[in-house]
Each structure stands twice: as C-alpha cells, then as structure tokens.
C-alpha cells in the first residue's frame, strides 16, 4: 500500500488495519493527513496545562494527539518487533529508565541542556515506543523538554551541539514548522 523511504519504519499488515480513513491510497495522502493532526498536536500544545512532561501518560498521550485521527492504536506502545528498537515488551521498561535519566541528568547539572536533549531525543528514538511517527515524535518531545523543563529554546534548522559531537543533520528541524521526518 505504502512505500517507505530509505530508514523508514515499515507498517505491518496488522497496525495497516489501524488506518482510520480509507480513502488513503498513497504514501503521500498519508503524509498530508497526519501533518493536518501534527498541526491540532501543537495547537494541544499550546493551550495544555499539564505539567508531568515527563512522563510515560503524557509521551502516549502527545502521540495519540499527533496521530490520533489517522491511526486506531496512536498512543498505545507497538506490539510487534521493527528494524529498529528494543524487543516491544521491554518498551515500559527502557522508557522508564530513559525518563528515571533524564531527571537525574536535570536535578544533578550532569550535562548541558542541549546535551541532554540530544541523549533525550537518541534514546526516545532508539526505544521506538510507536508503529509508525517515531522521530516526529521525538523531535516534538525533545522541543518540549528543551522549552518546558529546560527553559531553553527549542533547536533550529542550524543549530549546532555545544559540548557534544553528534551529527548536526540529525538536529535539523523546526517546531513551527513543518514536521518532517
């Protein structure tokens, strides 16, 4: 039904079954219906009030609100093993410790507020809690981190890593902007 680009999560025939408007034939139509819900995520966003940031209900509930009137099961952990990420039933697990990190990493000034962000975003992505929407949703969370727990502003398209060698293509993105994997 879909292609996948280079590095792309394929969706198993089981999580295709998720789909919520059947009128989505192309990878494509896909893309523009779950950017319109990306675009309702952010206006969630700005008008929450929550405050547990960091937590395993708010990352699966902003997933729900990114993908929620694409996908049946947005915001519920995969339940089948990917190309990429720890065995789905260690998902809790290695999300718990990750944010258990992340914490630590805040209270005790371990690393600077971009660094941690980046450890944020690499792991959240390496755990791959969803099907499908994996990096969008890391990169919405990390800027989320860095603006509601950091106080710092989110990364632009030419930020570079302070104290940190990483990949600076990795880090391109923009909140405002467009989502794109």
């Known amino acids: 039904m879909f292609d996948y680009p280079e590095g792309a999560t394929p969706i198993d025939e089981d999580e295709k079954e998720g789909l919520l408007i059947p009128s989505i034939g192309t990878r494509e139509e896909l893309n523009a219906w779950e950017q319109r819900n ?16 960091l937590s395993a209900e708010f990352i699966r509930t902003l997933h729900e609100k990114m993908f929620g009137k694409v996908w049946a099961w947005a915001g519920d952990y995969r339940r089948t093993d990917k190309n990429i990420g720890v065995d789905w039933s260690q998902i809790p697990i290695h999300l718990r410790q990750l944010l258990d990190d992340v914490r630590y990493w805040i209270d ?16 959240l992505v390496f755990i791959h809690l969803f099907p499908n929407g994996n990096g969008r949703h890391a990169r919405v969370m990390t800027d989320v981190l860095l603006e509601e727990i950091l106080d710092e502003d989110p990364f632009g398209p030419d930020y570079t890593p302070r104290n940190f060698n990483a990949n600076k293509a990795t880090w391109k993105w923009r909140r405002k902007g467009t989502c794109v994997p």
Request: hydrophobic share 30%; charged share 35%; net charge positive.
């Open 108 to 123: 005790n000034e371990t690393y600077p507020s971009d660094e941690i962000a980046i450890r944020f975003h690499h792991r």
């Open 38 to 53: 990306i675009t309702d995520a952010y206006s969630w966003l700005n008008r929450t009030r929550r405050k547990d940031f």
